[in-house]
């Protein structure tokens, strides 16, 4: 296949409006066949092709246990195979599950009566050898695709009805991109069963850049593969840059980085940007590195399929427009006060968005849908932002993770970014506590860094100088982890069960 040939069937996969999960893989490998989707650690290094024929292959033995619109849910150990398992489901017609398999089993068995699911996936040993499918089940962009948990950290998990156009709609475009022209790897040690590992994976198959995957995150691992492979991109949670951070990512060669990516919580503005001094823009014959990386920190939720906004620190940006929230394509928002009105610009709020989000509803909870769909179609994020011009916003935190204290609101987020700048502190998560006189209290619980020691006053001290007093916890207190999900987020109904038992 000649270069013009592959880079034209590229271009018709990024305007592909009718593109599935159970179609991706045979129209990738209708444009680029050769080249690597996957070099696992542990696991296999597969091209597009032979992803593509495993796909098949393994669709066709879901096919014969299954009828079409059935769950499966696929609890599979986290690989890259746990990704091309979920899309056979969708190639024969099912919809999958996908669950984490750091979850209890108790909490598998409840997403398996939840969903109704008739097979459990554990391995793809599980499928028999049989024929290939052949051809992907038919079906519509517009239809439900796959059923993604939430982590359940405020109950029971739900499931998030996402649909094909909702999870690939925003990420095909990727395939525009001249993979011919460049020489990219990225290194990825996401879990597949959360919505930013899934569509991460799928995102980089359309841009055309070979993922080496960890299927176990490792700080010194991922460091390793960085600088032996010279990888030009890293793709992580902000917990993973803490890792690495501790693990002495700023003594590594990391200068092949172009570009960072983070998602699925905060990232503090001074991590971000000492990571993008570890990385270069460009490698110029004759001079060498120039320049910072980029730093990508994608905004969305389970229920708009991945992204929905992002922030970009581009070394030619002043840090005040770095910390704005961009909507991706297609994407509208709205910010709401607390009578349900549009806020003035620069008032803070609740974020709507509109878009091509994906999420049909619930699975079987009418009640909770109706909760975050509004009647005109806008999804109720539960995040407080501050509404900017042209539809930008600015983070503030989640609208459950605000301590009222007194009457003032103290933002969760911004208390932990201030306790990170101290020189001792990786890591740290505000909760609120019951007071008497005040309603509740913000404390901290917090991380030290490898080889570092601060004691508790010492950092109230530090919050005192850096924060109004009514933010400043009133109690800090020293742990040697903080409990986090299976995605690395803070659980914090157990970092406040660390004050109670203390």
């Known amino acids: 296949m000649t270069p013009g040939l592959r880079q034209l ?21 209708d444009a680029d066949p050769d080249r690597v989707l996957v070099d696992e650690i542990g696991g296999d290094r597969r091209t597009v092709a032979q992803a593509a024929e ?24 986290n690989g890259y195979d746990q990704f091309l398992l979920c899309l056979a489901v969708s190639r024969a017609g099912a919809l999958p599950a996908p669950v984490n398999d750091r979850m209890r089993d108790e909490e598998i068995d409840h997403v398996v009566a939840d969903a109704g699911a008739l ?56 395939a525009l991109l001249p993979a011919g022209l460049r020489d990219d790897e990225a290194v990825v040690g996401l879990p597949m069963a959360h919505i930013m590992g899934f569509v991460a994976a799928a995102g980089l ?34 917990a993973m840059y803490r890792m690495l951070l501790d693990a002495g990512a700023e003594e590594r060669d990391l200068s092949s980085i172009r570009l960072w990516i983070s998602g699925a919580d905060a990232m503090p503005a001074e991590l971000s940007e000492r990571f993008a001094r570890m990385g270069a823009l460009a490698d110029l014959p004759g001079v060498g590195t120039v320049g910072w990386a980029v730093f990508a920190e994608g905004y969305g939720l389970v229920e708009t399929a991945g992204g929905a906004a992002v922030r970009i620190a581009l070394p030619f940006l002043p840090a005040s427009l770095s910390r704005l929230g961009v909507p991706l394509p297609g994407y509208k928002t709205r910010v709401l006060g607390d009578d349900g009105r549009p806020v003035r610009r620069g008032e803070g709020g609740e974020l709507h968005l509109s878009g091509p989000g994906g999420l049909k509803g619930y699975r079987g909870d009418a009640k909770a849908t109706a909760g975050v769909l509004t009647d005109d179609g806008w999804l109720r994020t539960g995040d407080l932002v501050r509404r900017r011009a042209f539809g930008l916003f600015t983070f503030e935190g989640r609208a459950k993770d605000i301590v009222v204290r007194g009457g003032y609101n103290v933002y969760v987020v911004e208390v932990e970014q201030a ?14 506590l019951p007071d008497e006189r005040l309603g509740e209290v913000p404390v901290a ?13 010492e950092i109230r001290a530090w919050a005192k100088e850096q924060l109004s007093s009514y933010k400043v916890p009133v109690r800090v207190l020293v742990v040697d982890a903080l409990p986090t999900s299976g995605t690395r987020k803070i659980q914090r109904t157990e970092v406040k069960a660390l004050f109670t038992d203390a």
Do not use: M
């Open 9 to 29: 069937r590229r271009v018709r996969l990024a305007f592909d409006h009718d593109l599935t999960l159970g179609t991706l893989l045979e129209r990738l490998a």
């Open 54 to 77: 495993a796909v098949d292959r393994w669709s066709g033995a879901i096919a014969a246990r299954t009828s079409p619109g059935d769950v499966v849910v696929v609890a599979t150990p």
């Open 119 to 174: 097979l459990v996936l554990r391995s793809a040993d599980d499928l028999p050898a049989g024929d290939r499918l052949g051809a992907a089940h038919l079906t519509s962009a517009s239809d439900v695709g796959a059923v993604f948990y939430t982590s359940g950290t405020t109950g029971r998990p739900k499931g998030a009805e996402l649909t094909h156009h909702g999870i690939l709609g925003g990420i095909n475009v990727a």
């Open 205 to 238: 198959a359309c841009a055309g850049i070979p993922v080496r995957s960890l299927p176990r995150f490792d700080a010194e691992l991922a460091l390793d593969q960085i600088e032996a492979r010279r990888a030009s991109v890293f793709v992580g949670v902000p």
């Open 419 to 432: 306790l990170e700048r101290h020189p001792a502190v990786a890591e740290a998560a505000v909760v609120g």
């Open 445 to 457: 619980a917090v991380r030290l860094s490898p080889g570092r020691t601060a004691a508790p006053d």
